[in-house]
């Protein structure tokens, strides 16, 4: 069975870093695309970063410019550097894979992690 595992959020004042990571076990292939999504409380969950490829990013308005997604090529392991974190960024953070496999891509996955906290503090 497909497992996401995120780590790395926490606590942190306004204008600092973090380094989510999202480490998967249990697949036999590697994902077409990963992502990182988010949910802040009383608001609807988002798309922050998506990584579809080897070179493929794509970025919620909100964070271009701070964050950076990253993934290795080897292994379904995917990493979001937060730089200039502020309040607003104060959310869940969840992991995603998703993509097509077999012939004629028959069969579609979709996999989420469980979250990681992020709390940034002014």
């Known amino acids: 069975q497909v497992q996401l595992v995120e780590s790395g959020g926490g606590l942190v004042t306004t204008g600092g870093s973090l380094r989510l990571s999202c480490v998967s076990s249990?697949?036999?292939?590697?994902?077409?695309?990963m992502s990182w999504y988010r949910q802040a409380p009383g608001k609807q969950r988002e798309l922050v970063a998506q990584?579809?490829?080897?070179?493929?990013?794509n970025y919620a308005d909100s964070v271009k410019g701070r964050f950076t997604i990253s993934r290795t090529s080897t292994k379904n392991t995917v990493y979001l550097q937060m730089n200039s974190l502020n309040v607003e960024d104060t959310a869940v953070y969840y992991c995603n894979a998703r993509g097509t496999i077999g012939s004629r891509s028959s069969y579609e996955y979709n996999y989420w992690g469980q979250g990681t906290q992020v709390t940034v503090s002014s």
């Open positions: 249990g697949s036999r292939f590697l994902f077409d695309e």
């Open positions: 990584s579809s490829g080897r070179s493929l990013t």
